[in-house]
């Protein structure tokens, strides 16, 4: 049971500091900072685009200002840079996950071991003692099946928490990169348009 309750305490401070520190659309994708970005891209102000990016620590600046380092690029070779740069900031907006993973995967397995456990021992006292007392018996086996029900207990809100924050991250990171894409296009459109201020690459 100890590497059970290891696991439980385990998973509880991971939840707990996800919920309250893990990653939210006001910090991955500050409203004000988009709101800003699309002003600065319809006045065509992209050098100021690149200041603002440089001056933010949002994911989301990060993956813009690569969009604006390499705008000069062909778009498929900037979308594969941005698809990179997401994954690179997915890993970390995906911290600890893999230990929530892990918990809700190994949790009924330490379970399981643990009722086995109890099962050989309930079934060498009855090869040694005899089966003399039903309900000695009986509550051995009920208290070697406590540790599987206590694994199951264990990982079932674990996995749930696990796919939440997953899928959550996941969506951050869709929306960042659907951002970027739309940055990428309004770039090569201005300039195509030769409007002033758009070198490119931009920002080196």
Known sequence: ??????????????????????????????????????????????????GLCRGDKSPLARIILAVCRNAGRPRSEVLDI????????????????????????????????????????TFTVIESAGV???????GGISEALLTTAAGLTIAIPTLVFYRYFLQKTRKLVVEMETLAAEVL????????????????????
């Open 82 to 121: 941005v698809q990179v740069t997401g994954k690179r900031e997915a890993l970390e907006l995906q911290r600890y996950l893999s230990i929530l993973g892990t918990i809700a995967a190994i949790s009924p397995l330490l379970g399981l071991l643990g009722t086995v456990f109890g099962m050989i021992e």
């Open 185 to 204: 296009d309004t770039l090569v459109l201005a300039e195509r348009s030769q409007v002033t201020g758009v070198v490119a690459p931009l920002g080196r």
């Open 132 to 138: 003399g007392n039903a309900g000695a018996l009986a």
């Open 1 to 50: 049971m100890l590497p059970l309750l290891l696991c439980s305490l385990i998973a509880l401070a991971v939840v707990v500091e996800r919920l309250l520190w893990g990653p939210s659309r006001k910090r991955v994708i500050p409203k004000a900072l988009e709101d800003e970005m699309r002003r600065l891209m319809a006045a065509g102000k992209y050098d100021e685009l690149i």
